[in-house]
């Protein structure tokens, strides 16, 4: 997947925009999480703005590929993307959180009908997937099914049972992809459960494993490249993240997990993001 640096820059300054988008809501909801969202950016726009397989004006499209939010604590870097790849308004985005919202704090499908799947208890979304993948070589579908998931989810065993029939069944129309950002809600992943060597792990249950920076769209885009051209078995890419990325002071730091930032900082962040010259 070769992307021109006109592409590059034009992908840059769109997950910029997306992080922008991410603080906003955030300090107008009072609550949500940061450090994921702003971690995964750079990844959901380049699904959202290269590699999707969609059309967000008809988004129950027959060929579409699917995407699942596993990991539904971070839906403001989803509900961002979508937005700003025209789902629906961009000033839709201050609503997160608010009663009668589309945009729930956890994503919510009858609420809003372009979502896959309703999330928010961790570790169900690759059972999920699992089963879209399976129904869909039954109907000779060619489309992928894409499935985020939280390093710190990985503690849950279900993802692990899900790991073990996605292997067993060959599913190479599933890809998974983890935030590998290192913390979760308590602190450092590998201080409360530690999941390394976690490469190793995945490949032992018959899975094709990428690892690859979470913030180099060159190597995110041969990734993702590579893991549509594997055809005999289920592919996952171990992101590496950085947590809260865009807003020096924040990245890194657990404590961003579950809190949103206040007014002030949110000022401050969203005047860093706005001097990154792109």
């Known amino acids: 997947m070769n992307l021109s640096q006109q592409k590059i820059k034009e992908l840059e300054q769109k997950a910029n925009e997306i992080r922008q988008s991410i603080i906003e809501m955030l300090v107008e909801a009072k609550s949500g999480h940061t450090a994921g969202p702003l971690g995964m950016a750079d990844i959901f726009t380049l699904l959202y703005f290269h590699v999707l397989q969609h059309d967000p004006k008809n988004p129950t499209w027959e060929k579409r590929d699917r995407v699942i939010l596993s990991n539904g604590h971070i839906c403001p870097v989803l509900y961002s993307a979508m937005a700003h790849a025209g789902y629906f308004p961009v000033e839709e985005l201050k609503t997160l959180r608010k009663f009668g919202s589309r945009l729930q704090g956890h994503p919510h499908r ?6 896959e799947t309703s999330s928010g208890p961790l570790g169900e979304g690759l059972s ?3 089963g879209m993948a399976l129904a869909d070589r039954i109907d000779g579908s060619e489309r992928k099914i894409y499935c985020f998931m939280g390093d710190g989810e990985l503690d849950e065993g279900n993802i692990w049972e899900a790991m073990m029939l996605a ?7 599933l890809i998974g992809i983890i935030d590998r950002n290192n913390i979760q809600i308590d602190g450092n992943t590998e201080n409360i459960m530690p999941l390394e ?18 913030h180099d769209f060159v190597a995110l885009g041969s990734a993702f490249e590579e893991a549509k051209k594997v055809l005999d078995k289920p592919v996952v890419i171990l992101a590496e993240t950085i947590a809260s990325k865009g807003v020096k002071e924040w990245e890194g730091d657990y404590h961003w997990h579950g809190k949103p930032p206040t007014k002030e900082e949110g000022e401050l962040a969203l005047k860093e993001l706005r001097a990154n010259k792109i």
């Open 110 to 115: 009858e609420f809003l009908p372009s979502l």
């Open 128 to 130: 999920q997937g699992v």
């Open 167 to 173: 292997g067993k069944n060959k599913l190479n129309n």
């Open 197 to 214: 060597p976690l490469a190793k792990k995945w490949e032992s249950f018959n899975w094709h494993v990428i690892q690859v920076s979470g």
